[in-house]
C-alpha cells in the first residue's frame, strides 16, 4: 500500500513539473527554430508508421491512366505548386519559411501510391500539409497521386503542356504564389492566407515587391 502511495505520489509530481514547464512559456513554437535532432527522428517515426498503417488497405486504381493524369495537372497547378513546386516554377517567399520545408515533388520520391493518396486526402498535422479530402473526393486525389507518378519525369516544357488548359481560375488557391503573409499579416494569418485565398481579404492590399498583380 506504501509503495502504491510513492509511486502515485511521484507520478502526480512528474505531471506539476511537466505542466510547468509547458505553462512557462519555456518551449519555443517558433517556425525559425528547428527541432532537436531526436525530436525530428521520433516525429519522422511517428508520422512514417502513422501514414503506412492507415494507408495499408488502400486499393489502388490505374494510376496510368491518362484521364486521370490530366485531372491530377489540373488540381496540381491550382493547389499544390506554391509549396512543392514543379518544373519551370520558381521557389517563394511563403515556402522558404515553412516548417517543415514542403518537399520538392518534382523530384523522385520513394513514397507509395496508396501512401501519396493518404496523405493528400488528410493532410499531415502541424505541418502545413492540407487535408484536401475535405473539399475534394478520391477522385481527384488519385488523379493527383496520378500525376505525381509522372511529375519527376517531366522538364518545363512537358509540365507546361499538361497544366496550360487547368482551369487556375477555377481555385481560390493564388495566393499560394504571393507569399502574402510576409506583408501585414498579423502572423497567425499565415496559414490562412496560403491555403484559404479567400481569407487573404483579412491580409489587407500591399504591394509585392515581385509586382505581381493581386486580385484582393
Ligand atoms: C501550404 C503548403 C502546402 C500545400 C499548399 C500543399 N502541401 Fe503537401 N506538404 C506540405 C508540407 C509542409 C509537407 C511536409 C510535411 C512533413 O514533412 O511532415 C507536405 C507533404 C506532402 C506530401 C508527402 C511528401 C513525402 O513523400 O513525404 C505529399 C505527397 C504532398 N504534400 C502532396 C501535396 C499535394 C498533391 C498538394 C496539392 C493538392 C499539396 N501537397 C499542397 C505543405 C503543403
Redesign the pocket.
Known sequence: MKKVVWIVGVLVAAGAVALGWAYSGQYNVAADAPHWDVTTRA?ATI?ERSIAVRAADLAVPNLADPALIALGAE??AG??T???LAPGVGDNE??QG?Y????N?SQP???SPA??FW??KH??KM????A?GVTHDDEAIWG?VAF?QQLPTMDATVYAAFTQDTGEADHD?DA?EHGDTEHGGDGSST?AG??MGGSADAVGTHEHPDGERHDH
Not at 517543415?100 to 518537399?103: A, E, G, H, N, T
Request: hydrophobic share 35%.
Open positions: 516525429l508520422r488540381h496540381y493547389m499544390c506554391g509549396c512543392h511563403m515556402r515553412l517543415p520545408q514542403p518537399p515533388l520520391r520513394d513514397r501512401e501519396t496523405i493528400i493532410g499531415l505541418s502545413g500539409m492540407p484536401w493527383l505525381l488557391q499560394h496559414l496560403a491555403t
